[in-house]
């Protein structure tokens, strides 16, 4: 599956399934992938959306392999491992970077 349907189909999942996100803040995670570009995952009032580029301010980017954020998405990727193994670079607050594992990781199931 591309990187686009997955993310695709875990934002329909979390849409469908908001009472896990609805506490979370307003934010936007940006995504700098080595061979799909860049792209934002938005939180905004209890939805997630995907937009490409790079429209808002982020408080988080993560650059990656496009194999390592499949991974990601899939819940196979260890944040904290990559990083220090060098696949994984944040850029601003690392502790967005687990959040967004930790949200990704509860609509695994």
């Given amino acids: 599956m591309s990187i686009q349907a997955e993310l695709a189909a ?13 506490d979370e803040k307003d934010r936007a995670f940006q995504v700098n992938l080595e061979e799909s570009g860049s792209f ?3 939180l ?17 980017t993560l650059f990656l392999s496009d194999k390592n954020f499949l991974k990601f998405l899939r819940g196979d990727l260890n944040t ?3 990083f220090m193994m060098g696949s994984l670079k944040v850029e ?9 594992q930790e ?7």
Avoid: R
Wanted: glycine residues 8%.
């Fill in 10 to 22: 875990l934002v329909d999942k979390m849409n469908a399934n908001p009472e896990l996100i609805k």
């Fill in 40 to 42: 934002q995952i938005i």
């Fill in 44 to 60: 905004q009032d209890g939805k997630v959306q995907v937009e490409e580029g790079t429209p808002h301010e982020a408080e988080v």
């Fill in 80 to 82: 904290a491992m990559a």
């Fill in 92 to 100: 601003g607050k690392m502790g967005l970077a687990l959040k967004l």
């Fill in 103 to 109: 949200i990704v990781k509860q609509y695994q199931s």
